[in-house]
């Protein structure tokens, strides 16, 4: 959706929140939230009960063992779906006290399925203006599952994430840009996030040369003259430093963070621990 | 009747007429006598002009050197109570000498409360050089506004952002390595590991699904059996990884601590420093500082938090009302020597009440309920006047509840403790700030009346010893040439303080003459500076109206007038009774048994003396004087003590060896109110004695005067009242020469009589009369000699005391006779 929808000058589309994790980050909420309240649309929450879980339980030897590690038990089919309900609950109740408060139409679910198959028949359905926004904090093996969701699952142009660190929401809308060809349609979307709170726009240009770094800065500020509150930055970064490319995002304090996947910044292949360790706002990562 | 008139009243009589050739030797007082008045030439000056005011009091020497001895003497009970007459400017007099005082003493120190680490409901007080609190306080506003924009730079910085990233990626890849150690060697044994909602759990795998269990169930046991001991294996290893996370996320918060403290410390102690270099020689200064430095440190966080209220006005409150900050606030409660000003304050509190004098902690409301803290002590005039003097009100202090136990208590212990009232008195204990005490070190003076001072004395055991100074303020002073010009000069900075237009000498002397009339007293001047100050201002008043530039003695004349006129609607109403013969008072003719008596009424602060109509009727009886206001309850202790003292004149001088066969009745004619004082004693006697003598009392006479036992007619009080009171009643009947008024020898020496009542004696129309005793009055009365007795114990016959004897003598002899008479009729 999102940077498609901006480009399309089109105002449908949703926001699929996949809860597959019992205790969702409270920012990847507000997240998802704030970008429905931004174009518009209705969030879908998707409650994923991994059917594992139950086969799990359906062995007699399979214990659980507590997060303190200091205990074990047996785990029972009755006691996950009792504890996944009430985790449901929980996460459905915050999610209606934020979409409430900025009037953004909520519709709740809760499926016993395979997390990636649930997500992917959910989005199917209404497609193909669909932002996935993932309740779990990104870690740095999370490459292959963020490649996995864009490749199989055909209704999603755009991935909402939160880093572990995450704790701000407030602050300039910051636009890596890493293709000059993409700048209006990045740049319309930053402009509704923008417009919510009455905040600035940074644009990253990231090039993995000076030169690169030149002629898109050349390019941009033709492109973006005039522009009230907006302000271009640089940073130079190879495919083979993310850390670098994090350091610079982290040091634009920003309220979001908008790119897109597979280039310097979020690779598509490779480790995301220098993003997940600095990132402190939601990331809108687009194909 | 109750008895005949004897043979001998015809005798009597005309004894009587050939005695009153003795009458009119009595030499009434001279006009000169009645009014002391100033020569205005005499002052020596034209104008107060010419004169220096005066700065202070006149004549209160012993007031003044106690004052001067309770303010030098080094001891904390030897505190002051002035005590004087209202409006004698005693307040004005003492406030300019403890200044003076004050000023040559040194500047006491500032205090200030502040934050206790330790024990937050028990803020430190802290001294400070004077001067320096105020420095103390701007300072750490200083420094708190530094950190708040060098704190979140310092921790927003990439030098913090990189060491505090190290430590979280030092633990996290730790867990991480050990979780993924773990997840590996899981899925390399086909072991799936997942995340339930409340911990973590295994199950075998097949091509990174977790196996049905009814293909599982399907395997030979051998395999199942392997497959479940693998898990166990890893179950237990995962749960040792587990439980190293807390103990890992404890060392990981304190290297965090560490961190956060060691990079706060260098922001903390570079904002205090200046604080620290300017406070280096006060150790407690340091001490408080030290204290809230490591406080700081340990709360830098409080500059890094988002402050939801800022937000919302999107304007950042500055730091000295940013709640946040408050703990390192100093709450300055004295800050002296500012502007320059420096010696010991001299702190007049007008409204003492308990918070006003003690110092309180106030509460704000917050969520319903009532809050506070350090920044809520609010000092009381003790510690405004700490090191110096504070003047009070006594009066206003009794009427405070709790103040003053309160002010004792903190004399007594020379420490300022600030509770709540009812905390004090013990009737409540709710939790609430236990201020560190700040010592005292102050001389209280308090002002009062002489009778709340004796109240005192008598009442409060402490008071004595808390108050040993009594600078004893007179009311008024002794004429002389001396004091007569420092009375000018009074009058002279009464101008100059209300910037009015000068005196001339005939208006000061006029003035003079009515500081006299107002200490009731010929010799001695009023000081009773608020009234004096009054008529000054009026007659300025009177004068400008007038169109002069200078006020003269008719100015002086005319706001006396005008300040009466405005007052004595109740005189011209009773004068009006009089005149109407709703109340009888004769001023002519001749009258048995009857007299003119004298009264004063005061009315607030106005007075006046009018007659009334005594009479006396006697009969024979048993030996008593019915005093009819007593019987009535309408006689003060004091009218029947005169009463009772009459009797025992009469006893002594004329029954000492016959029965006192006498009943008589003494009543104030038309009195409708409370009769109290013995001032009308001697009339009342002379009335007796007019009735059992039968020779008529002039009615053109009025007196007072109490007397003793003996017949000595002593002094009373209003004796210008009363004399003007009765020559007031005569004028309005017409003038006939011969009125007059009666008074104590004693009380020639209170005569200040109004202008016209002098005028009227000097052309003759009216007189006063100066008495010693019983016998000198009569005799004016009646014309008629009093007589004395002879060496045969018998008074001349003819006198007016021979007449009493003999009367007294036949109502004894009478009596003998009646009750021999009841006797044989009894014996019949």
Same mark, same amino acid.
């Given at each position: 959706?999102?940077?498609?929808?901006?480009?399309?000058?089109?105002?449908?589309?949703?926001?699929?929140?996949?809860?597959?994790?019992?205790?969702?980050?409270?920012?990847?909420?507000?997240?998802?939230?704030?970008?429905?309240?931004?174009?518009?649309?209705?969030?879908?929450?998707?409650?994923?009960?991994?059917? *594992?879980?139950?086969?799990? +339980? $359906?062995? =007699?030897?399979? #214990? @659980?063992?507590?997060?303190?590690? &200091? /205990?074990?038990?047996?785990?029972?089919?009755?006691?996950?779906? *009792?504890?996944?309900?009430? +985790? $449901?609950? =929980?996460?459905? #109740? @915050?999610?209606?006290?934020?979409? &409430? /408060?900025?009037?953004?139409?909520?519709?709740?679910?809760?499926?016993?399925?395979?997390?990636?198959? $649930?997500?992917?028949?959910?989005?199917?359905?209404?497609?193909?203006?669909?932002?996935?926004?993932?309740?779990?904090?990104?870690?740095?093996?999370?490459?292959?599952?963020?490649?996995?969701?864009?490749?199989?699952?055909?209704?999603?142009?755009?991935?909402?994430?939160?880093?572990?660190?995450?704790?701000?929401?407030?602050?300039?809308?910051?636009?890596?840009?890493?293709?000059?060809?993409?700048?209006?349609?990045?740049?319309?979307?930053?402009?509704?996030?923008?417009?919510?709170?009455?905040?600035?726009?940074?644009?990253?240009?990231?090039?993995?040369?000076?030169?690169?770094?030149?002629?898109?800065?050349?390019?941009?500020?033709?492109?973006?003259?005039?522009?009230?509150?907006?302000?271009?930055?640089?940073?130079?970064?190879?495919?083979?430093?993310?850390?670098?490319?994090?350091?610079?995002?982290?040091?634009?304090?920003?309220?979001?963070?908008?790119?897109?996947?597979?280039?310097?910044?979020?690779?598509?292949?490779?480790?995301?621990?220098?993003?997940?360790?600095?990132?402190?706002?939601?990331?809108?990562?687009?194909? | 009747?109750?008895?005949?008139?004897?043979?001998?009243?015809?005798?009597?009589?005309?004894?009587?007429?050939?005695?009153?050739?003795?009458?009119?030797?009595?030499?009434?007082?001279?006009?000169?006598?009645?009014?002391?008045?100033?020569?205005?030439?005499?002052?020596?000056?034209?104008?107060?002009?010419?004169?220096?005011?005066?700065?202070?009091?006149?004549?209160?020497?012993?007031?003044?050197?106690?004052?001067?001895?309770?303010?030098?003497?080094?001891?904390?009970?030897?505190?002051?109570?002035?005590?004087?007459?209202?409006?004698?400017?005693?307040?004005?007099?003492?406030?300019?000498?403890?200044?003076?005082?004050?000023?040559?003493?040194?500047?006491?120190?500032?205090?200030?409360?502040?934050?206790?680490?330790?024990?937050?409901?028990?803020?430190?007080?802290?001294?400070?050089?004077?001067?320096?609190?105020?420095?103390?306080?701007?300072?750490?506003?200083?420094?708190?506004?530094?950190?708040?924009?060098?704190?979140?730079?310092?921790?927003?910085?990439?030098?913090?952002?990189?060491?505090?990233?190290?430590?979280?990626?030092?633990?996290?890849?730790?867990?991480?390595?050990?979780?993924?150690?773990?997840?590996?060697?899981?899925?390399?044994?086909?072991?799936?590991?997942?995340?339930?909602?409340?911990?973590?759990?295994?199950?075998?795998?097949?091509?990174?699904?977790?196996?049905?269990?009814?293909?599982?169930?399907?395997?030979?046991?051998?395999?199942?059996?392997?497959?479940?001991?693998?898990?166990?294996?890893?179950?237990?290893?995962?749960?040792?990884?587990?439980?190293?996370?807390?103990?890992?996320?404890?060392?990981?918060?304190?290297?965090?601590?560490?961190?956060?403290?060691?990079?706060?410390?260098?922001?903390?102690?570079?904002?205090?420093?200046?604080?620290?270099?300017?406070?280096?020689?006060?150790?407690?200064?340091?001490?408080?500082?030290?204290?809230?430095?490591?406080?700081?440190?340990?709360?830098?966080?409080?500059?890094?938090?988002?402050?939801?209220?800022?937000?919302?006005?999107?304007?950042?409150?500055?730091?000295?009302?940013?709640?946040?900050?408050?703990?390192?606030?100093?709450?300055?409660?004295?800050?002296?020597?500012?502007?320059?000003?420096?010696?010991?304050?001299?702190?007049?509190?007008?409204?003492?009440?308990?918070?006003?004098?003690?110092?309180?902690?106030?509460?704000?409301?917050?969520?319903?309920?009532?809050?506070?803290?350090?920044?809520?002590?609010?000092?009381?005039?003790?510690?405004?006047?700490?090191?110096?003097?504070?003047?009070?009100?006594?009066?206003?202090?009794?009427?405070?509840?709790?103040?003053?136990?309160?002010?004792?208590?903190?004399?007594?212990?020379?420490?300022?403790?600030?509770?709540?009232?009812?905390?004090?008195?013990?009737?409540?204990?709710?939790?609430?700030?236990?201020?560190?005490?700040?010592?005292?070190?102050?001389?209280?003076?308090?002002?009062?009346?002489?009778?709340?001072?004796?109240?005192?004395?008598?009442?409060?055991?402490?008071?004595?010893?808390?108050?040993?100074?009594?600078?004893?303020?007179?009311?008024?002073?002794?004429?002389?040439?001396?004091?007569?010009?420092?009375?000018?000069?009074?009058?002279?900075?009464?101008?100059?303080?209300?910037?009015?237009?000068?005196?001339?000498?005939?208006?000061?002397?006029?003035?003079?003459?009515?500081?006299?009339?107002?200490?009731?007293?010929?010799?001695?001047?009023?000081?009773?500076?608020?009234?004096?100050?009054?008529?000054?201002?009026?007659?300025?008043?009177?004068?400008?109206?007038?169109?002069?530039?200078?006020?003269?003695?008719?100015?002086?004349?005319?706001?006396?007038?005008?300040?009466?006129?405005?007052?004595?609607?109740?005189?011209?109403?009773?004068?009006?009774?009089?005149?109407?013969?709703?109340?009888?008072?004769?001023?002519?003719?001749?009258?048995?048994?009857?007299?003119?008596?004298?009264?004063?009424?005061?009315?607030?602060?106005?007075?006046?003396?009018?007659?009334?109509?005594?009479?006396?009727?006697?009969?024979?009886?048993?030996?008593?004087?019915?005093?009819?206001?007593?019987?009535?309850?309408?006689?003060?202790?004091?009218?029947?003590?005169?009463?009772?003292?009459?009797?025992?004149?009469?006893?002594?001088?004329?029954?000492?060896?016959?029965?006192?066969?006498?009943?008589?009745?003494?009543?104030?004619?038309?009195?409708?109110?409370?009769?109290?004082?013995?001032?009308?004693?001697?009339?009342?006697?002379?009335?007796?004695?007019?009735?059992?003598?039968?020779?008529?009392?002039?009615?053109?006479?009025?007196?007072?005067?109490?007397?003793?036992?003996?017949?000595?007619?002593?002094?009373?009080?209003?004796?210008?009242?009363?004399?003007?009171?009765?020559?007031?009643?005569?004028?309005?009947?017409?003038?006939?020469?011969?009125?007059?008024?009666?008074?104590?020898?004693?009380?020639?020496?209170?005569?200040?009589?109004?202008?016209?009542?002098?005028?009227?004696?000097?052309?003759?129309?009216?007189?006063?009369?100066?008495?010693?005793?019983?016998?000198?009055?009569?005799?004016?009365?009646?014309?008629?000699?009093?007589?004395?007795?002879?060496?045969?114990?018998?008074?001349?016959?003819?006198?007016?005391?021979?007449?009493?004897?003999?009367?007294?003598?036949?109502?004894?002899?009478?009596?003998?006779?009646?009750?021999?008479?009841?006797?044989?009729?009894?014996?019949?």
């Amino acid at each position: 959706m999102i940077a498609h929808v901006a480009q399309a000058g089109e105002d449908r589309g949703r926001v699929v929140l996949h809860v597959c994790s019992p205790q969702p980050h409270a920012l990847a909420l507000l997240a998802a939230v704030k970008i429905a309240q931004a174009f518009q649309s209705e969030i879908e929450s998707l409650f994923v009960e991994d059917v *594992q879980l139950f086969d799990c +339980a $359906a062995f =007699g030897f399979v #214990r @659980e063992v507590s997060l303190s590690g &200091r /205990s074990s038990s047996k785990l029972s089919a009755d006691s996950v779906a *009792q504890s996944l309900k009430l +985790a $449901a609950q =929980g996460a459905r #109740r @915050e999610l209606e006290r934020l979409a &409430r /408060s900025v009037d953004v139409p909520l519709r709740t679910r809760v499926v016993r399925d395979d997390p990636m198959q $649930a997500l992917r028949l959910a989005c199917s359905e209404v497609g193909p203006w669909n932002v996935v926004a993932l309740s779990e904090p990104f870690t740095g093996g999370f490459t292959p599952m963020l490649r996995t969701m864009f490749d199989a699952i055909e209704g999603t142009t755009g991935l909402i994430l939160v880093g572990p660190r995450a704790r701000r929401i407030t602050g300039p809308i910051v636009i890596a840009l890493e293709d000059m060809g993409r700048l209006p349609d990045l740049l319309r979307a930053g402009e509704r996030l923008a417009a919510l709170d009455d905040v600035g726009i940074v644009v990253l240009l990231v090039a993995p040369d000076a030169q690169r770094l030149h002629d898109m800065e050349m390019s941009a500020r033709m492109a973006l003259a005039g522009r009230e509150k907006l302000r271009i930055d640089h940073a130079i970064v190879s495919r083979e430093a993310p850390a670098v490319a994090a350091e610079a995002l982290r040091r634009q304090a920003g309220g979001f963070v908008i790119c897109q996947f597979g280039g310097a910044v979020v690779p598509d292949e490779g480790d995301l621990s220098p993003l997940a360790a600095s990132l402190e706002c939601p990331l809108l990562l687009v194909r | 009747m109750f008895f005949k008139r004897s043979q001998n009243d015809a005798l009597v009589a005309k004894a009587a007429e050939t005695a009153a050739v003795a009458a009119g030797a009595a030499t009434p007082l001279t006009a000169e006598e009645l009014r002391r008045v100033v020569d205005p030439a005499s002052l020596g000056f034209a104008s107060t002009n010419d004169l220096e005011p005066i700065s202070g009091l006149i004549g209160q020497d012993r007031a003044l050197k106690a004052l001067e001895f309770g303010t030098s003497i080094k001891s904390h009970d030897y505190n002051i109570f002035v005590l004087g007459p209202p409006a004698s400017g005693k307040t004005t007099a003492v406030r300019q000498q403890l200044a003076a005082k004050a000023a040559q003493g040194p500047t006491p120190h500032d205090w200030a409360y502040v934050y206790n680490f330790d024990a937050p409901n028990r803020p430190k007080a802290l001294r400070l050089p004077h001067g320096r609190a105020k420095l103390l306080a701007q300072g750490m506003i200083g420094a708190l506004t530094e950190l708040r924009s060098v704190v979140p730079g310092v921790f927003e910085g990439d030098d913090y952002q990189a060491r505090r990233r190290a430590i979280d990626e030092a633990f996290r890849s730790s867990q991480e390595q050990a979780f993924e150690a773990v997840n590996m060697k899981a899925q390399q044994q086909n072991i799936a590991l997942l995340r339930t909602p409340t911990g973590f759990t295994m199950a075998p795998m097949h091509e990174g699904k977790v196996v049905k269990p009814e293909v599982f169930n399907a395997l030979p046991e051998n395999m199942r059996r392997e497959v479940e001991n693998k898990i166990e294996a890893l179950q237990k290893e995962l749960g040792d990884i587990l439980s190293r996370v807390p103990k890992a996320d404890k060392k990981r918060r304190a290297a965090l601590t560490e961190l956060n403290e060691e990079v706060a410390r260098i922001a903390v102690h570079e904002a205090l420093d200046e604080l620290r270099a300017a406070f280096a020689d006060v150790p407690e200064a340091i001490s408080y500082l030290d204290a809230a430095e490591a406080d700081l440190i340990s709360n830098i966080a409080l500059f890094l938090a988002n402050d939801e209220e800022n937000a919302v006005v999107r304007q950042p409150l500055d730091t000295a009302h940013d709640v946040r900050f408050r703990r390192y606030m100093v709450n300055v409660i004295t800050s002296n020597g500012d502007d320059g000003q420096t010696g010991a304050p001299v702190i007049e509190e007008i409204n003492p009440t308990y918070g006003n004098v003690v110092g309180r902690v106030e509460h704000i409301a917050q969520m319903g309920t009532l809050v506070t803290d350090f920044l809520l002590i609010k000092p009381g005039a003790l510690h405004r006047a700490n090191g110096g003097f504070l003047m009070l009100d006594v009066r206003k202090l009794l009427l405070s509840p709790f103040t003053w136990e309160a002010l004792k208590r903190a004399l007594k212990a020379q420490m300022i403790r600030i509770e709540q009232p009812m905390e004090a008195a013990g009737l409540i204990s709710t939790q609430s700030l236990d201020p560190e005490p700040i010592p005292l070190d102050v001389r209280v003076v308090l002002f009062g009346d002489r009778e709340m001072y004796y109240l005192l004395v008598a009442y409060d055991p402490d008071f004595a010893r808390l108050f040993k100074v009594q600078a004893d303020f007179d009311d008024s002073i002794a004429r002389s040439e001396e004091n007569d010009r420092a009375f000018a000069r009074l009058v002279a900075s009464i101008v100059k303080e209300h910037g009015l237009q000068p005196v001339d000498a005939s208006g000061v002397a006029r003035v003079i003459d009515e500081g006299a009339r107002l200490a009731d007293h010929r010799d001695k001047l009023s000081i009773e500076i608020g009234r004096i100050a009054d008529i000054v201002r009026e007659a300025d008043h009177w004068a400008k109206a007038a169109g002069r530039s200078v006020t003269t003695r008719d100015d002086i004349e005319r706001a006396v007038d005008e300040h009466l006129q405005r007052s004595d609607r109740l005189r011209d109403r009773s004068l009006e009774t009089f005149e109407q013969k709703i109340v009888l008072v004769d001023v002519e003719g001749s009258k048995v048994g009857q007299i003119n008596g004298l009264s004063v009424l005061q009315l607030g602060d106005f007075s006046f003396g009018r007659p009334s109509r005594i009479t006396a009727r006697v009969r024979l009886g048993s030996g008593r004087v019915t005093d009819i206001e007593r019987e009535v309850k309408l006689g003060g202790p004091l009218h029947s003590k005169g009463v009772m003292i009459l009797w025992g004149y009469l006893a002594g001088q004329f029954a000492l060896d016959v029965p006192l066969a006498l009943a008589a009745t003494l009543v104030f004619e038309q009195s409708y109110g409370g009769v109290d004082g013995d001032s009308a004693s001697s009339a009342e006697l002379y009335a007796l004695l007019s009735a059992l003598s039968e020779i008529p009392i002039k009615q053109s006479f009025a007196v007072t005067g109490s007397v003793n036992q003996l017949g000595e007619v002593q002094a009373i009080g209003g004796v210008n009242e009363k004399i003007e009171g009765f020559f007031d009643v005569c004028k309005q009947r017409g003038l006939t020469k011969a009125q007059g008024v009666l008074i104590p020898k004693a009380n020639v020496q209170h005569l200040m009589l109004r202008h016209d009542v002098v005028e009227a004696v000097k052309r003759g129309e009216f007189s006063v009369h100066a008495v010693s005793s019983i016998n000198e009055g009569i005799e004016i009365l009646t014309g008629v000699k009093a007589g004395s007795r002879g060496s045969d114990g018998r008074f001349p016959a003819g006198t007016i005391n021979r007449l009493v004897e003999d009367k007294l003598r036949s109502f004894a002899e009478r009596g003998r006779d009646f009750a021999r008479k009841n006797g044989e009729d009894a014996k019949r």
